[in-house]
């Protein structure tokens, strides 16, 4: 019987080399949780690095190009000092982009790293309307670490109350991009359902 693809499934070729060689497809439902649990179970190092990609919103809001975690910035030129926003993701263009790129394996080390300007995502502190800001990467420091609920949402694990969420409303127009690209701001607030469509997060390495 050959799988049937649906977005909630993946497939995946397995090759076995014996005196003939022979593929088979495995039709295989990773979810966000298991992959983080997984990832936080391999000898992890600083030396290691993941597969780069883009953190972004599951509800596209008002942009069907979706929004995702971005410095604020144009790409390779971003600003590392000026923090974080939700951005029309760029993988629309063919790919990620680096402003947009986080290192997967991190995840399971709990930290939210932007391998390209080498710094870690930092919580201002551990009250409501906290901004996020991009920093050196610290061992042990608390206002780094980050989990994933069983929602999608972000969660600051210092303070699990609090969650990264986009800006509701009107996005506000960015500087590029036919159409214009769209930005909103991003902070911790209250995980709440009220609040779903702006605080649940997926991964993925390209959007097309």
Known sequence: ????YSPNHALVRVSIQRSSHKSFWID?????RLLVIVLSLLPLSHNVSGEQVEIYLIDPVDEDRGFCIDIK???????????LQAHTCYSYQGKIAVDQAFDSVAFGENRLYLP????CVGAESIRAAAS??????REGEELQKFGWDEKGRIYLMANPGLCISAAQGE???GGGGTPVHLIRNLSLQHCSASLI?????SFRRLNY
């Open 1 to 4: 019987m050959r799988p049937v």
């Open 28 to 32: 295989v439902m990773p979810t966000l």
């Open 73 to 83: 910035g144009h790409k390779s030129k971003a600003k590392i000092q000026r923090g």
């Open 116 to 119: 390209a300007f080498d710094v």
């Open 132 to 137: 996020l800001q991009l920093e050196r990467c």
């Open 171 to 173: 996005a506000r127009k």
């Open 197 to 201: 469509p702006t605080q649940r997060w």
